[in-house]
């Protein structure tokens, strides 16, 4: 009589190997969606802080580190990084206790807007909201 055991154990040696393989794979597995998320994420709170600062001079505010932070309710430790962050890339200056858009940050932060303005026209077409 043929037991069972050895079988469910070959069996679940596979299935185990399979699912590292998926996690594993190269550029399309798991770990490289995980990393691709983070990716994306981090863009997009860039690009927040870039809108955010592109609106607060264009209506003439002062854009501080602390108003950052709240807009985009992080604490300060966090924005004090982003902004270290988009001076490292050149978008912003800081100046003075204040963050100013370079050229270069005001330009990307104009696209950031226009891109975002053709978005919700296209939803409010498709969507008729």
């Keep these: 009589m043929v037991s069972i055991a050895?079988?469910?154990?070959?069996?679940?040696?596979?299935?185990?190997?399979?699912?590292?393989?998926w996690f594993l794979w190269p550029g399309k597995?798991?770990?490289?969606?995980?990393?691709?998320?983070?990716?994306?994420?981090?863009r997009a709170v860039l690009e927040d802080a870039l809108k955010f600062i592109f609106d607060c001079e264009y209506h003439k505010l002062n854009c501080d580190i602390n108003s950052l932070s709240g807009h985009?309710?992080?604490?300060?430790?966090?924005a004090g990084r982003l902004v270290n962050r988009l001076t490292e890339l050149e978008l912003v200056t800081v100046g003075n206790q204040t963050?100013?858009?370079?050229?270069?940050?005001r330009s990307y932060a104009l696209r950031i807007v226009r891109?975002?303005?053709?978005?919700?026209r296209y939803l409010a077409d498709q969507t008729s909201l």
Excluded: C, Y
């Excluded at 770990?31 to 990716?39: D, E, G, P, Y």
């Excluded at 963050?99 to 940050?105: F, S, Y």
């Design 6 to 21: 050895p079988v469910m154990a070959l069996l679940t040696g596979l299935l185990i190997s399979i699912v590292l393989m």
């Design 29 to 42: 597995g798991g770990l490289a969606l995980l990393a691709k998320l983070s990716h994306n994420n981090e």
């Design 72 to 78: 985009l309710n992080m604490t300060i430790d966090k």
């Design 99 to 105: 963050v100013a858009l370079t050229d270069t940050g």
């Design 115 to 120: 891109i975002h303005r053709i978005w919700e």
